[in-house]
C-alpha cells in the first residue's frame, strides 16, 4: 500500500485518528498498541523516547516490547500527553467532539433554521464513545475516513485512484517494507519489535538500538 494513499486520507480523519493513522505508519506499531498509548507508557528522557505498551502481543512469554517514537513521532504525540498519566492519548470522546465541532464549522444551513446544535444527539445511545479505542473501532474510524474521501473526490470530479481501501493492519507492513528498503531485513524486524525469544540481553540491546536508529531517520 502507498504512503501516498495513507496521506490523502488524512485530512478527512479527526485529529485524533490522524495522529494514530500517522504514528502507525512511522513507527510500525499494531493497531493494538497505539490505541493503548498512555503518557504514563513513555519514558522521555533524552533526544529519543521509549513506548512500553501495557499490553502487547508477546506479553504471555514475559517479552519486553519497546517502541523507539523519534522526534517527528513526538511531535504527533505531546498534543495527547496533556493528560492524567495514566488516562489513553488517543480518546473517542475527544475524537467525536471534534468531529461534531467540524460539522458545525462547515454548516451551510442558518442556525435559525434546522436542528440547533445537540439537539439531534440520541439520547441513551447503544454506542456511545469510550476512552479509550480498541482495534475494531479504530478500524471503523480509518473506514468511514476513505469512503468519505472517496465521496468528496467523486463530488469536486478528482481522480479517485489514489484512495484505495487499506485497514490500520497494512500500515505495519508498509512500515516494515520502508525500512527494509532504506535499511535491511535485520533492522526492519527491529523496527517491528521481531526477535528470537531466546535471544541473549546483548543481542535484545542491539536490536533495540537498531530500532532507535530507524526512528531517527523515518520519525
Given at each position: 500500500?502507498?504512503?501516498?494513499?495513507?496521506?490523502?486520507?488524512?485530512?478527512?480523519?479527526?485529529?485524533?485518528?490522524?495522529?494514530?493513522?500517522?504514528?502507525?505508519?512511522?513507527?510500525?506499531?499494531?493497531p493494538?498498541?497505539?490505541?493503548?498509548?498512555?503518557?504514563?507508557?513513555?519514558?522521555?528522557?533524552?533526544?529519543?523516547?521509549?513506548?512500553?505498551?501495557?499490553?502487547?502481543?508477546?506479553?504471555?512469554?514475559?517479552?519486553?516490547?519497546?517502541?523507539?517514537?523519534?522526534p517527528?513521532?513526538?511531535?504527533?504525540?505531546?498534543?495527547?500527553?496533556?493528560?492524567?498519566?495514566?488516562?489513553?492519548?488517543?480518546?473517542?470522546?475527544?475524537?467525536?467532539?471534534?468531529?461534531?465541532?467540524?460539522?458545525?464549522?462547515?454548516?451551510?444551513?442558518?442556525?435559525?433554521?434546522?436542528?440547533?446544535?445537540?439537539?439531534?444527539?440520541?439520547?441513551?445511545?447503544?454506542?456511545?464513545?469510550?476512552d479509550?479505542?480498541?482495534?475494531?473501532?479504530?478500524?471503523?474510524?480509518?473506514?468511514?475516513?476513505?469512503n468519505?474521501?472517496?465521496?468528496t473526490?467523486?463530488?469536486?470530479?478528482?481522480?479517485?485512484?489514489?484512495?484505495v481501501?487499506?485497514?490500520?493492519?497494512?500500515?505495519?507492513?508498509?512500515?516494515?517494507?520502508?525500512?527494509?528498503?532504506?535499511?535491511?531485513?535485520?533492522?526492519a524486524?527491529?523496527?517491528?519489535?521481531?526477535?528470537?525469544?531466546?535471544?541473549?540481553?546483548?543481542?535484545?540491546?542491539?536490536?533495540?538500538?537498531l530500532?532507535?536508529?530507524?526512528?531517527?531517520?523515518?520519525?
Open positions: 500500500m502507498p504512503e501516498e494513499s495513507v496521506y490523502a486520507v488524512l485530512p478527512f480523519m479527526t485529529p485524533v485518528v490522524a495522529a494514530m493513522v500517522e504514528l502507525q505508519l512511522l513507527t510500525g506499531m499494531r493494538g498498541e497505539v490505541t493503548i498509548i498512555r503518557p504514563c507508557d513513555l519514558e522521555m528522557d533524552g533526544d529519543m523516547w521509549h513506548y512500553y505498551p501495557e499490553k502487547h502481543k508477546n506479553l504471555y512469554r514475559d517479552y519486553d516490547r519497546i517502541i523507539s517514537i523519534g517527528r513521532e513526538q511531535n504527533i504525540l505531546r498534543p495527547f500527553l496533556l493528560r492524567n498519566r495514566k488516562c489513553y492519548c488517543f480518546s473517542p470522546k475527544e475524537s467525536e467532539s471534534y468531529r461534531r465541532k467540524k460539522m458545525f464549522e462547515d454548516r451551510k444551513t442558518p442556525l435559525h433554521y434546522g436542528n440547533r446544535p445537540g439537539t439531534n444527539q440520541i439520547a441513551d445511545a447503544k454506542r456511545k464513545p469510550g479509550c479505542y480498541d482495534s475494531a473501532a479504530y478500524r471503523r474510524a480509518v473506514e468511514r475516513a476513505i468519505k474521501a472517496i465521496k473526490y467523486k463530488a469536486e470530479g478528482k481522480d479517485i485512484g489514489l484512495l481501501k487499506w485497514t490500520p493492519y497494512q500500515l505495519r507492513h508498509t512500515a516494515a517494507t520502508k525500512a527494509r528498503k532504506m535499511f535491511n531485513y535485520e533492522t524486524g527491529a523496527l517491528l519489535g521481531h526477535s528470537n525469544m531466546s535471544a541473549t540481553a546483548v543481542y535484545a540491546e542491539r536490536n533495540q538500538g530500532a532507535d536508529e530507524v526512528a531517527k531517520k523515518l520519525g
